[in-house]
């Protein structure tokens, strides 16, 4: 071959790896996007860990409305382009920034005149006289540890006299934190009329008519509070929105595009021509839990648009990441960290693990901001400042360390001249909690930092394997796409993606002090337990298909708090605190046969995935304890709370015996495994005899009843799952047809009810409930009114689990984590293969 032929071959064959590459690439691209869920999300995941760094886009566009952790409180992430001398925002909205007129208790204790007795009709007025009634200080509650005035009778009436330096106010917000109905007058105009409870403060906007009222001396705000039941409190104070310069100067881009994957939610921006990608990823790769524990986000942001522009990225996180409430002091440190700029924020008092409940965020530990030093700037500035420093061009330096509240932690990354090929920045988002959990009296540090791993080691590493963690993120969500489509179809693959990051991001990694591995729930939006056996239950299918050594997590507090001697009664308790203090159950009620159905349930399907029963072994006794119980107690339950009584207790709910069928019988597939024949067929055979008796006397001609004997009642046995999925046969198959082929003529637009009681319902339960199908039809017909509510419902929230059927409204919850419960079919596909 002469040397130009070779030539000649050597360029047809770099012309044949370039078209292959460029196809690989290409085809990369297209394996993304088809990852991706085309239903509109109520709301989207952006950075998602556990239940306190957990932040959301709520809307349809990312830069609508300021970013909210999933309580619904602001957590401010603001993104802005410039362009030359031209800004574009794409991320978020500035949070509203209040100056305060008259204090709330939270930001300085004052005294309120006050009557528990109805006083005269015109108390509300500036004249009235209030001499003869009480004086005391807020806040008013029942709790004594909340409380600087104990309130405690039905009825409370605050008046409330102050000045003002001025009245020329543009705009006035009521502050307030009330429980329950009250109403509120200025200067004798009502200004708010709310009944309810509201535990964190909101800020009202008062009416034009109220604020002309307004006078240097005088002032008079008076409300009346009435209790009608369960808790307190009331506090009250007066705000005006702070302004700033940025709404002349700043444009908003023009969103394109929005597609989310199971760990990642990315957006197309176009800001006149120049086109932006930002792209959020949370790597919770549960299948590896050292990427996954790091608590730290990427947000990626790339520009392509006309060449020799001059380009520069905004990012402000809020110092609210760090925080429970506006009032509390932060401190702001900015240091370099093996080729990093860091800010890192936290508040100043540090109470760690001093505070439980259910709507609260963090406020000890440090939030982490980091980008590649190189071309980046970063400043501290109090949170109206931050972009209007950037898009004015006054930034200032400011010193290693900043005190003060409402802070902005800013980042300028200087990308220069971009062209059509593009230019990107990331950035990092982590947090340190430092303590996680207050496990029996000892405090449990976050998984990734057991062994002494620190932040900053952590943030040059999370940078450093940046593009193979985004690799491995890219490979994990399509999997996990393919195999929810082919296990479902489209609909169903899109409610997987939707789910995925919500149900991880409810729970906290740790380690036992014994080397147990704990992966522990909050129980968002309703109580606020940790470790909620019948939350761990929907949710556990998404971890049974990926990480069952999780889902053992999930079970091993409950398996100590009984082996230990701590909780004493013959079935599991409800939950062993309230996040994060877990020094025992805290729930006002017990749920014997839900929660011992669910213990043994799991551990049997622990025993599926991974082939042997040695996690049960190991836990022989308690299991024996629990499956007894059941025998004596479970098949016709007594009037006991189970977690289907929304609409109130149930006697001899036929859904819940089915629950304690499945148990026996998983505890007779679990003995076979270990080899006790004897033991094996005793319980086995139990669960049959019930079974044959169950649907003798739950029978209603063409289904079975919500309760035993209960004519003309029906619910959703979606506990009967588990008789395919562990293999245990021990309903005749008639009855999972019976109850199918009712179903379908009880549906509403947005979903088969829960039962007969309310129209209201479940989506986890559902899709346990329409993998009861044997037939693809069926199975839509039953998940697709789940699609739609998901993909319509009004209530900008992450995904609520709990549901209106006939409108799509919200009717409680939301981010929590049971909507795992939706691998259920995936889950029943795996194993049936086997």
């Known amino acids: 071959m002469n040397r130009n032929s070779l030539l000649m071959l050597s360029l047809l064959c770099l012309f044949v790896f370039s078209c292959k590459e460029e196809e690989a690439t290409a085809q990369n691209e297209n394996d993304v996007n088809a990852a991706s869920a085309s239903l509109r999300a109520p709301a989207y995941p952006l950075i998602t860990h556990d239940p306190y760094l957990s932040i959301w886009s709520m809307g349809d566009e990312l830069n609508a409305s300021p970013t909210k952790h999933w309580t619904e409180r602001d957590h401010a992430l603001t993104g802005v382009l410039q362009l030359d001398d031209k800004f574009y925002q794409f991320l978020g909205s500035e949070s509203k920034v209040y100056e305060t007129i008259l204090p709330a208790s939270d930001e300085e204790t004052y005294s309120v005149s006050y009557s528990e007795s109805k006083p005269d009709e015109n108390w509300i007025s500036t004249s009235y006289d209030a001499s003869a009634w009480k004086t005391g200080e807020a806040p008013f509650s029942e709790n004594e540890s909340m409380a600087k005035t104990v309130w405690n009778t039905d009825d409370l009436y605050y008046r409330r006299s102050f000045d003002l330096e001025t009245t020329d106010l543009e705009s006035l917000y009521l502050k307030l934190s009330h429980d329950d109905n009250v109403k509120v007058w200025l200067n004798g105009v009502q200004i708010a009329d709310i009944n309810g409870w509201q535990n964190s403060y909101k800020y009202l906007p008062i009416p034009e008519e109220a604020m002309q009222t307004l006078k240097t001396e005088g002032n008079v705000l008076a409300i009346h509070i009435r209790n009608t039941a369960g808790g307190q409190f009331l506090d009250a104070g007066l705000v005006t929105e702070a302004k700033t310069q940025t709404n002349s100067i700043v444009k908003k881009a023009k969103q394109i595009d929005v597609a989310f994957r199971a760990n990642q939610t990315e957006y197309v921006f176009d800001a006149d021509g120049t086109q932006v990608n930002v792209t959020f990823t949370s790597p919770l790769l549960i299948e590896d839990l050292e990427i996954y524990s790091r608590p730290i986000s990427y947000i990626n942001v790339k520009v392509a648009g006309k060449e020799g522009q001059q380009a520069k990225v905004y990012l402000g996180a809020s110092s609210a990441i760090a925080i429970n409430q506006p009032v509390q002091e932060v401190e702001v440190s900015e240091y370099q960290n093996e080729g990093l700029s860091v800010l890192k924020a936290g508040s100043v008092a540090q109470p760690v693990l001093e505070k439980k409940g259910d709507d609260l965020r963090i406020d000890w530990g440090y939030l982490y901001v980091a980008a590649p030093a190189e071309n980046v700037q970063q400043y501290v500035s109090p949170a109206a400042k931050g972009l209007e420093a950037f898009a004015t061009g006054s930034i200032q330096d400011t010193d290693a360390e900043t005190t003060g509240k409402n802070l902005i932690l800013n980042t300028v990354a200087d990308l220069g001249k971009i062209d059509a090929q593009g230019a990107e920045q990331v950035f990092m988002i982590g947090y340190d909690q430092l303590e996680a959990v207050n496990y029996f009296g000892t405090s449990l540090k976050p998984w990734w930092s057991k062994d002494g791993a620190t932040m900053n080691a952590e943030l040059a590493e999370a940078y450093a394997n940046y593009n193979g963690v985004i690799n491995k993120v890219k490979t994990f969500d399509q999997k996990l796409y393919d195999d929810a489509l082919a296990a479902g179809g489209k609909k169903y693959a899109d409610l997987c993606v939707a789910a995925y990051r919500q149900a991880i991001a409810a729970h906290i990694l740790v380690e036992a002090p014994n080397g147990d591995i704990l992966f522990l729930s909050k129980e968002n939006n309703s109580n606020g337990s940790i470790n909620t056996v019948d939350v761990t239950y929907p949710s556990a299918p998404l971890f049974l298909v990926y990480n069952p050594d999780l889902l053992k997590g999930m079970l091993n507090g409950i398996f100590y708090y009984s082996e230990s001697g701590k909780w004493k009664k013959p079935f599991p308790a409800h939950d062993i605190g309230t996040y994060p203090i877990a020094l025992g159950q805290t729930y006002g009620e017990d749920m014997p046969v839900e929660e011992a159905g669910n213990m043994l349930i799991l551990t049997a399907a622990i025993a599926q995935v991974e082939g042997n029963a040695e996690y049960a072994k190991a836990h022989w006794e308690t299991l024996t304890t629990w499956a007894d119980y059941l025998m004596q107690s479970g098949f016709d339950p007594a009037n006991q709370l189970s977690t289907d009584d929304f609409a109130g207790h149930l006697a001899r709910n036929a859904n819940l015996s089915v629950k304690a069928i499945m148990a026996i019988a ?99 339960w559902i899709l346990w409930t329409a993998t009861l199908a044997d037939n693809e039809a069926d199975f839509n017909a039953l998940i697709d009114p789940v699609w739609e509510f998901a993909n319509t419902t009004p209530d900008r929230v992450p995904l609520s689990d709990w549901h209106e059927t006939t409108d799509a409204h919200k009717v409680g919850f939301k981010a929590r984590s049971v909507v795992g419960g939706y691998f259920i079919k995936m889950l029943k596909d795996e194993q049936l293969s086997k």
Do not use: C
């Open 666 to 764: 998983s505890y007779g597939k679990l003995a076979a495994m270990l080899g006790d024949t004897a033991t094996a067929e005793k319980y086995t055979n139990a669960a049959k005899e019930m079974a044959g008796n169950w649907k003798n006397i739950a029978a209603d001609g063409d289904h079975y009843t919500l309760a035993f004997e209960s004519e003309g009642t029906w619910s959703q046995k979606y506990n009967l799952v588990w008789d395919e999925i562990l293999g245990l046969n021990i309903f005749d198959e008639d009855v999972h047809k019976t109850e199918i082929a009712y179903y379908l003529t009880k549906q509403e637009d947005y979903g088969l009810p829960l039962d007969s009681r309310k129209t209201y319902t479940k989506s986890d």
